[in-house]
């Protein structure tokens, strides 16, 4: 998404992502024509239509946006707090999960390490209130994760590939005109962007949402954020590698706190894998 805004407004990167994920997904589903093709369940539709803003239209555009302004992979430090928010949505909205002494001081450290990032002072990008606002809508895109996280594992039974595709072009839908709206009709913008967009949409969308709700609705949405102990490693090292991104001591000492929070909440999961 980084190397997509260098040629791409914001809105515009995070709705091609979302278009491009839901042209391959609904490919698929043309050839293959899985069982239950056409939904018709009112409810069904509800969840969609929810999933579509809540997992790829705000947390896409979310990002998209803070990545003016941070660097990639300290929004990837911040996507490794989605454990914490999934924690405790599922306490109060998953009946057969279940919150302990041990879960609420690693919730706690999770919301200290987030502080760590959001406050001023921890990235050196020029202005200090849009940076502050960036790092906020990198930590409401985690959130906004997490609460798609729980719809998932809440929405009727439909078979994963049906559902993701409809999820991703229900986001499209929504967010297309938005973008149009506030970035204007998007021209071919050098190779590098362009590639970028096309990378984004296939893999770490359309591709990684159907694991995603494979293993949301087969192990859960705690097990499934488990991944987010890998996001902030890789988000660092690609960043340092890939883009040449610097980050300052603070950054580390934040993501330090939050994984250590979330390896508490998370405890008992890790040990049964």
Same mark, same amino acid.
């Given at each position: 998404?980084?190397?997509?805004?260098?040629?791409?407004?914001?809105?515009?990167?995070?709705?091609?992502?979302?278009?491009?994920?839901?042209?391959?997904?609904?490919?698929?589903?043309?050839?293959?024509?899985?069982?239950?093709?056409?939904?018709?369940?009112?409810?069904?539709?509800?969840?969609?239509?929810?999933?579509?803003?809540?997992?790829?239209?705000?947390?896409?555009?979310?990002?998209?946006?803070?990545?003016?302004?941070?660097?990639?992979?300290?929004?990837?430090?911040?996507?490794?707090?989605?454990?914490?928010?999934?924690?405790?949505?599922?306490?109060?909205?998953?009946?057969?999960?279940?919150?302990?002494?041990?879960?609420?001081?690693?919730?706690?450290?999770?919301?200290?390490?987030?502080?760590?990032?959001?406050?001023?002072?921890?990235?050196?990008?020029?202005?200090?209130?849009?940076?502050?606002?960036?790092?906020?809508?990198?930590?409401?895109?985690?959130?906004?994760?997490?609460?798609?996280?729980?719809?998932?594992? $809440?929405?009727?039974?439909?078979?994963?590939?049906?559902?993701?595709?409809?999820?991703?072009?229900?986001?499209?839908?929504?967010?297309?005109?938005?973008?149009?709206?506030?970035?204007?009709?998007?021209?071919?913008?050098?190779?590098?962007?362009?590639?970028?967009?096309?990378?984004?949409?296939?893999?770490?969308?359309?591709?990684?949402?159907?694991?995603?709700?494979? @293993?949301?609705?087969?192990?859960?949405?705690?097990?499934?954020?488990?991944?987010?102990?890998?996001?902030?490693?890789?988000?660092?090292?690609?960043?340092?590698?890939?883009?040449?991104?610097?980050?300052?001591?603070?950054?580390?000492?934040?993501?330090?706190?939050?994984?250590?929070?979330?390896?508490?909440?998370?405890? $008992?999961? @890790?040990?049964?894998?």
């Amino acid at each position: 998404m980084s190397m997509a805004l260098d040629g791409y407004g914001p809105f515009t990167v995070a709705a091609g992502r979302i278009s491009i994920g839901a042209l391959a997904l609904l490919s698929v589903v043309a050839v293959t024509r899985p069982r239950d093709l056409l939904i018709r369940d009112p409810k069904t539709l509800l969840f969609m239509q929810m999933l579509g803003i809540m997992s790829f239209a705000m947390p896409f555009s979310l990002l998209a946006w803070g990545l003016q302004h941070v660097p990639s992979a300290f929004a990837g430090i911040a996507m490794g707090s989605s454990p914490v928010f999934v924690l405790v949505r599922a306490y109060l909205f998953v009946p057969d999960e279940q919150i302990g002494p041990r879960r609420i001081i690693g919730v706690i450290f999770g919301f200290v390490g987030l502080v760590v990032l959001i406050l001023p002072g921890i990235t050196t990008n020029g202005d200090e209130t849009g940076s502050i606002a960036a790092r906020v809508a990198c930590v409401a895109a985690s959130l906004c994760y997490s609460i798609g996280a729980i719809l998932i594992r $809440r929405a009727p039974s439909i078979p994963p590939l049906v559902f993701t595709a409809g999820m991703l072009a229900a986001g499209s839908v929504i967010l297309t005109p938005l973008a149009l709206l506030l970035d204007g009709v998007p021209e071919i913008s050098g190779e590098r962007a362009t590639w970028a967009i096309v990378y984004a949409g296939l893999i770490p969308t359309g591709l990684a949402f159907l694991l995603r709700v494979v @293993l949301i609705q087969s192990a859960g949405p705690i097990f499934m954020s488990l991944v987010a102990y890998i996001v902030p490693i890789w988000a660092v090292i690609l960043g340092v590698v890939l883009l040449n991104e610097t980050l300052t001591i603070n950054t580390y000492i934040g993501a330090v706190i939050i994984l250590s929070g979330v390896g508490l909440t998370q405890s $008992r999961l @890790l040990k049964k894998c």
